[in-house]
């Protein structure tokens, strides 16, 4: 394990960086940012309730009707406090994330956990969700992929409700995008 410190990025492949809220990992097929395996609980929670994982299929073949991406799921649900491992398998030759929005900036730079993986590769990385219920927002960030249908919820417990232009799950604001 080597530690860096603010330059990450441009230090090449095969590395990994760890700091408060801020641990990477990346090699040829991609990267992990945000993981957290347990060392740091989210404040409400006393422990890790229970351990989920769960797979991510990416690429055009799973693109909804009239969308150009797809996730082979658009809701996950896991337990409060739950430790959850992601596997993205990216069935494209064009690069893909799984990106979660909204967790404890304490825990996750930016309130993010990031995978993010090469075509035709997968990655797995692992994190702990919060105590209550919650909707997160899950997308693939790379330029016009969320609006191509590569956009998707987690509920923690019963969730927050459901966002907007989820694909088969609630009306896009804009037909023929998922935004
Ligand atoms: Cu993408």
């Known amino acids: ?12 492949a095969g590395m990994s960086h760890e700091g408060p809220g801020h641990r990477m990992t990346w090699d040829a097929r991609g ?3 945000g993981e957290n395996q347990g060392d740091t609980l989210p404040g409400d929670c006393a422990e890790i309730s229970e351990d989920v994982s769960f797979e991510v299929r990416v690429g055009h073949k799973y693109a909804p009707e009239g969308l150009i991406f797809g996730y082979s799921d658009y809701e996950w649900r896991v337990p409060p406090c739950s ?12 690069r893909h994330m799984w990106m979660l929005h909204g967790l404890p ?21 692992t994190f702990i969700v919060p105590g209550d219920d919650q ?5 693939c ?5 969320t609006e191509k249908g590569l ?10 409700g459901d966002l907007p232009g989820i694909p088969g ?11």
Not at 151 to 160: D, F, I, M, T
Request: aromatic share 10%.
């Open 151 to 160: 956009k998707g919820q987690l509920k923690v417990g019963k969730g927050s």
């Open 105 to 125: 900036s304490y825990l996750y730079a930016q309130g993010m956990f990031h995978l993010e993986v090469e075509g035709g590769h997968k990655m797995t990385g």
């Open 1 to 12: 394990m080597l530690l860096f410190a603010w330059v990450c990025p441009v230090l090449g």
């Open 169 to 179: 799950i609630t009306a896009p604001r804009y037909p023929g995008t998922a935004d």
């Open 135 to 139: 909707t997160f927002f899950v997308h």
């Open 31 to 33: 990267m992990v940012m």
């Open 83 to 94: 430790r959850v491992s992601v596997t993205l398998v990216n069935e494209d030759e064009v």
């Open 141 to 145: 960030d790379v330029s016009q992929h």
